[in-house]
């Protein structure tokens, strides 16, 4: 029987309700909304030199996205003390109010210095909290790039939350730094904003940081009823949260980290929803390929981005949600070690996660100067880069396709519906419903393509991109489930050919000092009980220094020894319960680390 299965760019429209209501949802800038519905003069936003080759923009994000300017935005923002939701709003210098201010300052100087472009707003709402009672003005930090366009006005949101938390959800005084979760995606979301504000896009940017994400996802929540209320429509949310980290903690949601200690700072998680009618999980393929086209062959240290199998971790959630919910194609980018499940309700509980220990580092030496960091700016700036990227394709490259796909006795084909602009299109197959990445891809100039290399009896998902004259692809599109009537004859793939050229970048990445985690057990342990310390047998020789600090790192021991011994040695733990580091130095150098807790 002949089928033909129709394949449309979804309709970014209202799709359901979030689980949570926001109310009064408004602007303090009656500009900004008439930005993202495109309802605007370009010229009056245009740059006197458009930078706008966006070969020439990926290129430099590799050293544009700074390391030290991560590091310098993440330091500001942890030294509010907290940014709960709830917090003080009118001190200068402690709580949400005196972050949110501060961001916004840094978005309107980084407007200054380029010409204006980037336009600043307030989204503010009301809710009222179950648990915590009502609250009024809350508020998430916008800025908007103008695009050069707005024959198609969708948008392309990178968003972070900028609020934190301690265990009680409803305590504002809590010192809550949040460091990782999510300064973190707060610094990244400011320095692309940074750096992109002096570009030109096709399409319009916006940089958003939200508030009450963790009271229920309220603040992307307030922009995605906005925007599906008045029609706008989204090319993609890049949504970050908790993206710096490296250290795997001794619980990670899952799918998680499984050894506790260990590091990853070369691979990040994509997550997002697998509905094959919907073009979510290719979205995040997407991301994948333009990586490994794009950028990867001129990045000083690859990364492997990871396409997961779940649109976020075990019984968690992010700000991409609410914007799911509302058909609008998202991901959520993660670090591919969390510190922590947040079960801060669990007594045995001691990652940093949702605590007041989700800081920077520590004071190794007690200097008052942290030189032991908890975030990985080198990371961090990997991340911000992938992201980077992305946007940039995503603002500079065609709509997804119009296709059709056929269930022919022949085998599967596809048909195109051309459009001035495009020069080719990707086909993307998957065997098997359980499988996340594509088995392969191939590419076509002719309008109709019968899909090679299939099995008859077996099921496929199909789903395509285009491709324009300037060889940059579209986001994939939705997927259809079709059983191949035949075998079909295999073909060369697509061999991700589509590359540009990039100097080779001079300056390395900023020097890490490398550590190794130590073995310590057992671990948490009760007061004052015996614990064997273990170093790793390449780090034997000696004279070596172990130093033990409370999380604060006041110096609480410093035992010095003429080497290692092999099977390590016995130590007595303090008598006061909380987390201590311990470090190994070997000759005066700092070699491996480790946390103990100590339980009371």
Partial sequence: MLRAFILYPTLLTAACASAQTVDSVRWSNNEVPQLLLGAYDPATYAATVPLADPAAIICALRTEVSADSL?????????FGTRHTYSDTLSSTTGTGAARRWAMERFNGWSAQHEGRLRTAWLRFNYDDPDCGPQQDLRNVVAVLPG???ADPAIILIEAHLDSRCAD???PLCVAQGAEDNGSGSALVMELARVLSRYTFRHTLVFMLTTGEEQGLLGAEALAQW????GVAIKGVQNNDIVGGIWCGATSSDPGCPVEGT???TRVRLFSNGSVTKPYRGFARTIRMFYEEKLRPHAPVPMTIEVMGQEDREDRGGDHIPFREREYRNVRFTAAHEHGDANVEDSTYHDRQHTSDDVLGVDLDGDQVIDSFFVDFNYLQRNAVINGVTATLLAHGPQPPEVVVHDEPGGIRVSFTPRPGLAAWRVGVRQGQTSVLFSAVYRTTDTSFVVPGLAAGTQYFISAAAIDTAGIMSAFTREYGVTSDATTPEAPQDPLD?????DPIAVPERPMPPTTPLALWPNPCAAGCTVRLEAPGTLADGPVTWTVR??????????QQPWVPAGGFQWNAPHRPGPYLITLDVRGRTMATGILVVSP
């Fill in 148 to 150: 050069s366009q707005v």
């Fill in 169 to 171: 959800n409803c305590d």
């Fill in 550 to 559: 409370e999380g604060t790192g006041r110096l609480v021991e410093r035992m």
């Fill in 227 to 230: 925007c599906a209320e008045n």
């Fill in 71 to 79: 590091q310098a935005h993440l330091e500001r923002l942890v030294s």
């Fill in 498 to 502: 589509l590359g540009i050229a990039c």
């Fill in 263 to 265: 590091a990853d700072s």
